[in-house]
């Protein structure tokens, strides 16, 4: 007597495989980038041939539009949850709220190196047929902090504001991109005392 089959079982293990492969792919455009990656190698990484790859994800552009939506929605939701504490401490303690906005996207950044990275290979040209990506997902972002800080210092104007997340969003990536740990307590420090400069709180919490 055969076995009866199990209902989802198959759906469950395609939804297995296409988790590996994006997994594989965001490590690897993350260390290599987009240009220097081939679907052979997403393979590979996933323990699947490439026909597998194919069938569950399509083309290499398919997974890495995948990956960078994925990147940006755990980027968002960060971002949101900073930005809910933020709003709830400015009036009271404005710097204590902007130096606990820049601590909140830095845990980010430490806890998923993989998106900052991404981000940092497309600032040296990488995937460059992808030139949307910025506009659709990084700028709605910077809006939204810009917006805020704006609206909570009453003296910071949008354009300072603007230049302002700019100069975090480069700092903060290009430390978890060094992956000196040991230095985190040091740079965090550091990164009050930027923030608080840019937006004109002081130099110091």
Known sequence: MTEPSVPGAAQNQAELSREWIVAAATALFAERGYDGTTTRMIAGAAGLNVATVAYHVGGKADLYREVMRRAHEAERAAVAGALREFGARAAADPAGAAAGFADRYLDFCLERPDVPALWMRRWLADAAEFAGLEEEYTRPLLESVRDALAAALP????????????????TVHGFCRSMIRAQVP??????HGLVLRELGLGGGR
């Open 186 to 191: 040091r740079f965090r420090e550091h990164l």
């Open 155 to 170: 003296e910071l104007t949008p354009e300072r504001a603007e230049l302002a997340v700019w100069s975090v969003l480069w």
